[in-house]
């Protein structure tokens, strides 16, 4: 059997891969071009340009060559979404979600919740800035470190759960809507519930809070993160009009995530952006 099917990378968030999946062997991609191929049974791992191989096909890849076939036989990019269950930190005062940690295909293949804290960036990520932190290092030459925004963003979020945090994993139907599951601290009355759409965060953290420069923060999260979250699908039109232009703001991160946006609104402005990074990039 062949799948193809589109996966939300965390434990942090790092954008969305495409899978190509054969059974016994898949191809993953970041950017829509070059694919690692990976062959159960197999001591291989290359990483290939789009179009490249052949092969004899057959309904289930054994070799690397039957392998090529099947993801030179790939429908077009992107392929739809399928972890549809959802791992949710949630707000302390209204047991409702607040940030997405993490995702999975099914819920067989959940895990046990271990870590109940809420991380933004990877550890060796150190440019996150925003309007309302000063995330400046200390000296010019100093070395990399967490700037002050995300330190601000990471307790603001995991305060807001604290100080005993529940995570919850939810089966999101066609809808939007979800089933509630188990997952970590997830009393009697959690387990089994249905929660609407608009429950959930359209992003990954709530943009709901008391204080304006809260709110601020996390906007600044979502456009940090625009280039790649334009890759997410069943996101509305004006939310897909915000994320365009904060990813026109910083278009380098453009070139590996646009082949894998399901729709784009604007794109004279997308063009121009795209040409601005590549002129970057050869500079």
């Not at 001591?43 to 191989?53: F, L, S």
């Amino acid at each position: 059997m062949r799948h193809y099917y589109a996966l939300r990378r965390f434990c942090p968030y790092q954008g969305v891969i495409q899978v190509v999946d054969a059974g016994n062997a898949r191809a993953y991609s970041t950017d829509g071009r070059h694919w690692q191929i990976r062959i159960q049974n197999q001591d291989r791992q290359a990483e290939v340009p789009a179009g490249v191989g052949g092969g004899r096909s057959g309904a289930r890849a054994t070799t690397a060559d039957e392998f090529m076939e099947v993801l030179n036989q790939r429908p077009a990019l992107p392929f739809p979404l399928d972890d549809r269950v959802e791992l949710w930190l949630l707000r302390k005062d209204t047991q409702l979600p607040l940030a997405l940690i993490k995702t999975r295909r099914s819920l067989d293949d959940i895990d046990d919740v271990t870590d109940p804290t809420w991380r933004p960036f990877l550890a060796g990520d150190s440019g996150f800035s925003s309007r309302v932190v000063d995330s400046r290092q200390p000296y010019p030459s100093a070395p990399p470190r967490r700037s002050r925004a995300q330190d601000a963003l990471e307790r603001q979020v995991n305060l807001a759960a604290r100080p005993l945090p529940v995570l919850q994993w939810f089966q999101r139907l066609a809808d939007g809507s979800g089933i509630g599951h188990g997952g970590l601290r997830v009393s009697g009355e959690l387990n089994g519930r249905c929660l609407p759409v608009h429950a959930f965060p359209e992003l990954l953290v709530d943009n709901q809070w008391e204080k304006p420069q809260e709110a601020n923060l996390v906007e600044d999260y979502h456009r940090w993160h625009a280039a790649f979250l334009l890759a997410h699908q069943n996101i509305s039109p004006a939310t897909r009009a915000w994320l365009e232009s904060a990813a026109c703001e910083r278009p380098q991160k453009l070139l590996t995530n646009y082949a894998m946006y399901p729709q784009i609104l604007d794109k004279d402005a997308m063009q121009v952006a795209l040409v601005s990074a590549k002129l970057i990039q050869a500079s």
